[in-house]
């Protein structure tokens, strides 16, 4: 998978200036839709991963942050109320 970097695109618009295919007036225009397009890219394939991700820790069953936190207040309640069996 290529990475359109900033210096990329900037690199193919002044080869294209030098060439005589686009004017120099063309070229911020020209850089600015090859970086839309990146970036355009990158989210959707950033959003995918994390789409995949997500699904393979839900199939794993882990348990989420907020599970854990909230299991961890519960604990603390039930050792605060003398509910907990738990001797020392």
Do not use: C, P, Y
């Amino acid at each position: 998978m290529d990475v359109l970097t900033e210096q990329k695109a900037r690199k193919i618009v002044d080869d294209l200036v030098e060439k005589g295919e686009v004017s120099s007036h063309e070229i911020k225009k020209l850089a600015q839709e090859l970086l839309d397009k990146a970036k355009h890219h990158r989210d959707g394939f950033k959003k995918s991963v994390s789409e995949e991700v997500s699904k393979m820790i839900e199939k794993s069953h882990l348990v989420s942050r907020k599970e854990f936190d909230d299991l961890q207040v519960r604990g603390a309640q039930l050792e605060n109320s003398g509910n907990g069996s738990a001797s020392a």
